[in-house]
């Protein structure tokens, strides 16, 4: 076996699921953090999808990571909070994704809203402004 199918066999394919924007810039900024994650090193395959308009939806997103030989799929919902798109939305696109690809385990982790860091980011944004500090990406 080579160390690319061991690698995608044991790694999990992570997919940052966000809204999406008419405005591309905004959609772009989601790829670039997942860009960014995946140079962190922790995982080797990071990316992006968007409910709409942002492309590519999920669906393809997970069909893309599938067909470079992942069999686990990791979706982060990169939300603030538990709305109805991570209520609703989220939950019918996975079930379809997963009825279309049996023998994929496709887990979904939670929105942003409780992390324990959230207080600390909030407070580096207000810092930045009463401050006038800067925290660079």
């Known amino acids: ?3 690319v199918k061991q690698l995608t066999e044991s790694e999990p394919a ?3 699921f966000a809204h999406g924007s008419a405005v591309e810039e905004a959609n772009e900024g989601v790829r670039e953090l997942a860009r960014r994650i995946q140079g962190h090193g922790a995982y080797v395959y990071v990316r992006a999808s968007f409910l709409g308009p ?3 939806e999920l669906g393809p997103a997970i069909a893309q990571a599938i067909a470079e ?3 686990r799929i990791v979706v982060i919902p990169y939300f603030l909070t538990l709305g109805t798109h991570l209520r609703r939305d989220l939950p019918r ?3 379809a994704e997963k009825q279309k690809h ?3 385990d496709i887990r979904v982790g939670r929105s942003l809203e409780d992390h324990p860091e959230m207080i600390s980011l909030v407070l580096s944004r207000i810092r930045e402004i ?3 500090t800067r925290v660079s990406p």
């Open 1 to 3: 076996m080579d160390s």
């Open 69 to 71: 030989g992942f069999n």
């Open 54 to 56: 942002g492309q590519p």
């Open 130 to 132: 009463t401050e006038g």
């Open 14 to 16: 992570i997919i940052l």
């Open 102 to 104: 049996p023998g994929i």
């Open 93 to 95: 696109l996975v079930a």
